[in-house]
């Protein structure tokens, strides 16, 4: 984040490069200091998710006030920064609560992750990568950078937080990851009329994200079922869960990896294939979280965290 910092800073101070810049990235000078803009919102955002995350480390914030503030940011991030789903939809106000209510729930789900060493991290930068071929295919020079600076951030990261960890990265890390992804699975742009027909490409973040998605939706399932806050920790997890079975946390976080990969793989093929294709990749995508719910599933007294 300091090396964008750093670029934002540089570029207005030193406005005499503007237009070279511009043509670089071929797009016009007038976009390209529109998006210079939207990312100071972007700073704002990460800062307060940070801020958030970092006091919730140090002195255990309450789940709602927390929830209210990722709102906030998520609404800032939508309605400021360009942080929206457009395709289809004319109404600004309409578009900006779907992507704040989106982005709250990856913020969570990658917060969720971050209940074994290298889950999260491993995770973001599997579907971060994923993100960036899309952006790359669609020419989009400012979203697959800012997906190369947070693969990169959490490649170097992973190599001390991959089990056994020698860091941790906390709520301040996960929600700030969450948020960066939410970014890029809406600010990427799938569907391109001009060139092909193929608008249920749009589906494509919802494989990508199908893994982290499941045992968010599965976890808060479980506790709610149980008569437990959602927001409370314990370990049901997916990654908990195969632990139980055997797995060392090494095995575990691969599983994940290799659960996510199966999952975005089959996404990049969704530019390619007809509508049968479509169906075969999403039938994949079920069968793979079948796969994680068999593994996952436990005799009745296992239904509770340790």
């Given at each position: 984040?300091?090396?964008?910092?750093?670029?934002?800073?540089?570029?207005?101070?030193?406005?005499?490069h503007l237009n070279c810049l511009a043509q670089t990235a071929n797009i016009e000078l007038a976009d390209f200091l529109a998006?210079?803009?939207?990312?100071?919102?972007?700073?704002?955002?990460?800062?307060?998710?940070?801020?958030?995350?970092?006091?919730?480390?140090?002195?255990?914030?309450?789940?709602?006030?927390?929830?209210?503030v990722q709102f906030a940011v998520a609404i800032i991030a939508a309605a400021f920064a360009d942080i929206r789903v457009e395709?289809?939809?004319?109404?600004?106000?309409?578009?900006?609560?779907?992507?704040?209510?989106?982005?709250?729930?990856?913020?969570?789900?990658?917060?969720?992750?971050?209940?074994?060493?290298?889950?999260?991290?491993?995770?973001?930068?599997?579907?971060?990568?994923?993100?960036?071929?899309?952006?790359?295919?669609?020419?989009?020079?400012?979203?697959?950078?800012?997906?190369?600076?947070?693969?990169?951030?959490?490649?170097?990261?992973?190599?001390?937080?991959?089990?056994?960890?020698?860091?941790?990265?906390?709520?301040?890390?996960?929600?700030?990851?969450?948020?960066?992804?939410?970014?890029?699975?809406?600010?990427?742009?799938?569907?391109?009329?001009?060139?092909?027909?193929?608008?249920?490409?749009?589906?494509?973040?919802?494989?990508?994200?199908?893994?982290?998605?499941?045992?968010?939706?599965?976890?808060?399932?479980?506790?709610?079922?149980?008569?437990?806050?959602?927001?409370?920790?314990?370990?049901?997890?997916?990654?908990?869960?195969?632990?139980?079975?055997?797995?060392?946390?090494?095995?575990?976080?691969?599983?994940?990896?290799?659960?996510?990969?199966?999952?975005?793989?089959?996404?990049?093929?969704?530019?390619?294939?007809?509508?049968?294709?479509?169906?075969?990749?999403?039938?994949?995508?079920?069968?793979?979280?079948?796969?994680?719910?068999?593994?996952?599933?436990?005799?009745?007294?296992?239904k509770t965290g340790n």
């Amino acid at each position: 984040m300091a090396f964008i910092l750093v670029a934002t800073i540089a570029i207005k101070v030193f406005p005499v490069h503007l237009n070279c810049l511009a043509q670089t990235a071929n797009i016009e000078l007038a976009d390209f200091l529109a998006k210079i803009n939207q990312l100071w919102f972007l700073f704002l955002c990460i800062f307060i998710l940070f801020a958030l995350g970092l006091l919730d480390d140090i002195k255990s914030l309450s789940p709602y006030s927390k929830l209210i503030v990722q709102f906030a940011v998520a609404i800032i991030a939508a309605a400021f920064a360009d942080i929206r789903v457009e395709l289809f939809i004319e109404n600004k106000i309409i578009t900006t609560a779907i992507s704040a209510v989106w982005i709250v729930l990856i913020i969570n789900a990658f917060n969720f992750l971050d209940n074994m060493d290298g889950a999260c991290a491993g995770i973001a930068v599997i579907a971060s990568s994923i993100l960036f071929t899309a952006a790359a295919l669609s020419g989009q020079v400012f979203v697959g950078g800012l997906a190369i600076v947070l693969i990169g951030t959490l490649l170097g990261f992973l190599l001390f937080n991959f089990p056994p960890a020698k860091i941790f990265m906390g709520d301040a890390g996960s929600l700030v990851t969450g948020f960066f992804v939410a970014m890029l699975t809406l600010r990427t742009t799938y569907y391109h009329q001009a060139q092909s027909g193929q608008w249920y490409v749009v589906f494509m973040p919802f494989l990508v994200m199908a893994v982290p998605l499941y045992d968010f939706i599965s976890v808060t399932l479980l506790r709610l079922s149980q008569g437990k806050s959602p927001f409370i920790g314990d370990t049901q997890h997916f990654s908990h869960r195969l632990k139980r079975h055997g797995l060392t946390d090494t095995q575990t976080v691969l599983t994940l990896y290799l659960a996510t990969l199966c999952t975005g793989l089959g996404a990049t093929f969704l530019y390619q294939v007809s509508l049968a294709g479509v169906i075969l990749i999403f039938t994949q995508t079920i069968m793979v979280l079948a796969i994680i719910a068999i593994l996952e599933s436990t005799s009745k007294d296992d239904k509770t965290g340790n």
